[in-house]
């Protein structure tokens, strides 16, 4: 005897396959809207990556912070204004640049180094607020950093609003993008494999 089940093909015929039909339109969706998203500018670029944020070893900023045209270099030219190398690192520090400052100066110093390829993209520099000092000046210039000021900016309010730390709980290292916006920041606490993960994925993602 002929134990198989059977089917009725009665109650089959004419029904369509629509968990398959359904799955076809998700994928083509899918799809339409990969092209229709992608960005066809630099502006655009860096929009989506600020929205799709990075690896999140850093701290995101909200909001971002413009600086365009407000980070001026010892001859009092625009720091940021530099096109050729687009990315920029900026440590913050309040007073003179001691043991804490030095040793995160340090330690983006390693990161920009172990970017390898994307380096020539990436350039340093140090803002000193409330404070003349110099101590420390040497050794930061020695391991390639810029010297940065402002005209009558309050640094201090700008990241207050932003949700950053205060910067007598120590110093802080900006990413700036080629906008010129800061959009995520590193205090003393983070590790440099995360910085430089973080770094890495938002410079390619912006490629």
């Known amino acids: 005897m002929n134990n198989e089940p059977s089917f009725d093909q009665s109650e089959t015929t004419g029904e369509k396959p629509w968990p398959v039909i359904i ?7 899918v799809i339409a809207s990969g092209f229709l998203l992608v960005p066809n500018t630099d502006e655009e670029k860096l929009k989506w990556l600020s929205i799709l944020g990075t690896n999140n070893y850093g701290e995101l900023m909200n909001p971002p912070v413009e600086m365009a045209g407000k980070l001026l270099d010892a001859e009092g030219a625009v720091w940021s204004a530099d096109t050729d190398v687009p990315w920029k ?5 309040q007073g003179a640049c001691e043991q804490s ?3 995160m100066a340090d330690v983006v110093t390693r990161v920009h ?3 390898n390829k994307l380096s020539p993209y990436i350039k340093r520099g140090y803002l000193q607020v409330r404070s003349q000092s110099i101590v420390g000046q040497e050794s930061l210039e020695a391991i ?3 010297f940065l000021h402002t005209d009558n900016l309050d640094i201090g ?3 207050a609003a932003s949700g950053v730390p205060s910067l007598s709980d120590g110093p802080l290292m900006f990413v700036m993008n080629p906008l010129e916006v800061w959009f995520l920041y590193y205090n003393g606490e983070h590790e440099g494999i995360g910085m430089l993960e973080d770094i890495e994925h ?3 993602l912006s490629q």
């Open 23 to 29: 799955m076809l339109v998700m994928v083509f969706s």
């Open 89 to 93: 690192l900026v440590i913050v520090n």
């Open 101 to 103: 400052c030095q040793e």
């Open 113 to 115: 180094t172990r970017t």
């Open 144 to 146: 390639g950093y810029d």
């Open 157 to 159: 309010a700008m990241l």
């Open 202 to 204: 938002v410079i390619k």
